[in-house]
């Protein structure tokens, strides 16, 4: 693992960041109202469709993020293998705002601090010989950040009807969508910034395997007396299941170990990996009718697990407090190749693990013919039974409908029941979610191309095209 142990060893070191902060301070009135901005225009409609019963009518009233600016720290700038640039920094934000929503049936809700704190990546890349140099700034944080609200009107009934908890998680999801990885919210720098350029490839695939927990033990409880009674006759022992996930990405789930105070798994998934600095967290549970209970919580990295030889042995914790119980894990790291031989089942220890990966990039349409106002634009990619689509574009003023940009992303991993019947890819454009045009492309065409990229402005008739990329990799073992 030498080139690997190299690659995760390799850092410019941590710098501070007083330059940075300085020009955030000055800047910070303006960003102020570019956020309340987008929390207005992005935040609002998601709250009336993820929150339940009388708090989706949440609205905001007054929006005002405060005087105190974010400050960075930890910065680490260094190169990327897509000859871009990446800084690397902690942000640490104790805002004092002015915060109401409101909504009907319920009382106004006042926000007055905000504590938010994560590792923070921006990649500037493409890097191009014409000002402004950088053709794109991409943001995210390489974990799920930490959130506290302070409430004010509300603080009472936050407590009871658990506002502040169901606000708090919406707005961490609403960031998890948009800015935690693999998700970066883009920001173009050059407007002909080129997208194949500028999208940055998953790092490759971390093969987990949870193998076992020692010392599991019940929390501790209040108890009922009928519960005691039963306590004393029948002896409480956990039926444990393990919890796993990385980043935004979904979360994996072991099989339930009945009545073991020692559960032993030996159970695998494969997780995209987009930065190794990102956390494995683990969760075990303990199954229970009346609601599944927390048996203890770790972390580690994808960086140190495989700094520690691929195995390693996590200490847990029970609401924030140390505990005996203690979970064994073994990792393997795979690089994403372009060589069609790479591209086979013999890479899946099974028919559920990755052995490749299909990406696929949306960069824009060209040529729509009609009426701007009627113009409702979107992309549709068919594979199989796997389906995506992206954001549907409007016209505003400034922009140019006819040949609208979408810089989005799908990826697909590749699987022995994948590969096994591959077909083509339909690349289909919509108005107003009806298809207009579509193309095929199939996968062994994808194959065959060099690098395995089938990239083209693609004739969907009627004289538009779908500017899109296809490629494909297979999986080799890191060394």
């Not at 500028?198 to 927990?213: D, S």
């Amino acid at each position: 693992m030498a080139n690997l142990i190299d690659t995760l060893a390799a850092s410019g070191g941590a710098e501070p960041a007083g330059f940075i902060n300085d020009i955030v301070e000055q800047l910070w009135p303006n960003i102020c109202v570019a956020g309340a901005k987008i929390a207005k225009e992005v935040v609002e409609p998601i709250l009336a469709s993820t929150l339940p019963g009388p708090l989706s009518s949440l609205h905001f009233i007054k929006l005002d993020l405060g005087h105190v600016p974010v400050r960075f720290s930890n910065v680490d700038v260094h190169k990327t293998t897509t000859q871009g640039i990446k800084l690397d920094m902690d942000l640490d934000w104790k805002g004092v705002c002015d915060i109401e929503l409101d909504g009907n049936h319920i009382p106004k809700i006042g926000i007055e601090k905000v504590q938010l704190n994560g590792r923070l990546s921006i990649l500037l890349c493409p890097l191009t010989n014409i000002i402004p140099l950088i053709g794109a700034a991409q943001v995210a944080f390489i974990n799920p950040p930490s959130l506290k609200l302070d409430f004010t009107d509300a603080a009472n009934i936050a407590d009871c009807f658990m506002i502040n908890k169901v606000v708090r998680n919406t707005i961490l999801g609403i960031i998890s969508s948009m800015a935690v990885l693999p998700n970066r919210f883009l920001v173009k720098l050059d407007s002909n910034n080129d997208y194949f350029k500028t999208y940055q490839p998953r790092q490759g695939i971390l093969r987990l395997t949870v193998e076992k927990a020692t010392s599991i033990s019940a929390p501790t409880k209040k108890k009922s007396g009928a519960s005691r009674l039963l306590a004393k006759i029948v002896k409480d022992v956990p039926d444990c299941y393990v919890k796993v996930k990385i980043g935004a990405e979904e979360e994996w789930r072991t099989s339930i170990q009945k009545n073991n105070h020692e559960p032993v798994w030996n159970e695998t998934h494969d997780f995209l990996v987009a930065d190794y600095e990102q956390v494995i967290s683990v969760d075990i549970q303990d199954e229970d009718l009346g609601g599944d209970d927390d048996m203890g919580v770790g972390y580690t990295t994808v960086r140190d697990i495989l700094l520690k030889g691929g195995s390693q042995e996590l200490g847990l914790s029970h609401k924030d407090m140390p505990i005996d119980a203690r979970l064994t894990m073994h990792a393997k790291f795979y690089n994403f190749v372009a060589e069609p031989q790479l591209l086979s089942t013999q890479n899946s220890g099974s028919q559920d693990q990755i052995c490749g990966l299909v990406t696929i990039l949306i960069a824009s349409v060209l040529g729509l013919q009609g009426q701007r106002d009627e113009l409702n634009p979107s992309v549709q990619v068919t594979w199989g039974a796997k389906k995506f689509v992206t954001t549907a574009q409007t016209y505003t003023p400034g922009m140019d409908i006819f040949n609208p940009a979408f810089d989005q992303a799908f990826t697909i991993p590749l699987t022995a029941d994948v590969l096994a019947n591959p077909g083509s890819f339909k690349i289909s454009l919509l108005n107003k979610k009806v298809e207009t045009g579509s193309v095929e492309v199939g996968f062994q065409d994808v194959i065959g191309a060099p690098g395995m990229v089938r990239e083209d402005s693609f004739d969907v008739g009627g004289g538009a095209a779908v500017r899109a990329s296809i490629s494909a990799y297979g999986i080799q073992l890191a060394q």
